[in-house]
């Protein structure tokens, strides 16, 4: 069955500090992937996508992901966390087809990021 | 663009009362998607719609819930009737996908769902 596992259900990291949170899938093929954000009581932004081509994406906010065919990861990565990026973060996976619909996802679980200053 | 706009932003409603969320899509976008988000489950899939027509909803989870598109700017889950276990956080989300070409998912603000 195809799902996507994120590991840690809440991270807390020092303002200033790296950060890199976690995701690994199960999917028949190299699906699409994705990372948004969910800051509390807002919507999903979408943070960055991998869909072929360079195995490091980068996105909004100074975030970044590798995608890692081998051991079927897709961790997120950020060089110095603001205060402003506590917030959850969802990883999610999409068909890949001729075209994909790009809203027929699977989600992860979430993994909420707190920040001390 | 305003993006895509759900309403209500919040919603409180009696067990057996009937529930409309409502959803205006991306100008332009022919893809419409229903999520549902609970601590439970997460966010689930519950149907999509491809130029107003439903695609699948194989996440419906029961008969009680319904979604409708009539036209392509707008959409309705509806809830009849509600029970407790409802309460959730309902997403509405749309895109606009081309042969050969990827897209991602624009969502909403999502509905907050609780019925008492």
């Known amino acids: 069955a195809q799902s996507v596992t994120q590991p840690d259900i809440h991270i807390t990291v020092s303002e200033g500090a790296s950060l890199e949170l976690r995701c690994n899938y199960s999917?028949?093929?190299?699906?699409?992937l994705f990372w948004y954000v969910q800051s509390p009581g807002q919507g999903l932004q979408l943070l960055l996508k991998y869909f072929s081509g360079d195995t490091l994406v980068q996105g909004i906010k100074g975030f970044e992901a590798e995608f890692k065919r081998s051991q079927s990861s897709f961790n997120l990565r950020k060089p110095s966390v603001h205060w402003s990026d506590a917030a959850e973060y969802f990883c999610a996976v999409g068909r890949r087809g001729t075209y994909n619909q790009g809203g027929k996802l699977i989600f992860g679980q979430g993994t909420e990021l707190s920040v001390k200053p | 663009d305003a993006g895509v706009i759900q309403s209500p932003r919040h919603e409180v409603t009696e067990m057996g009362q009937e529930v409309t969320l409502r959803c205006k899509p991306i100008s332009g976008h022919d893809y419409l998607f229903w999520y549902r988000q609970t601590m439970m489950r997460g966010l689930e899939l519950l149907i999509y719609f491809n130029n107003n027509v439903p695609i699948d909803d194989s996440g419906m989870p029961e008969d009680r819930f319904s979604a409708k598109m009539p036209n392509a700017s707008f959409s309705t889950l509806k809830i009849q009737p509600s029970e407790p276990r409802d309460s959730a956080v309902y997403f509405c989300a749309s895109s606009f996908p081309r042969t050969g070409m990827n897209t991602e998912a624009f969502f909403g603000q999502g509905t907050r769902l609780t019925v008492v």
């Open positions: 999917y028949g093929a190299t699906p699409y």
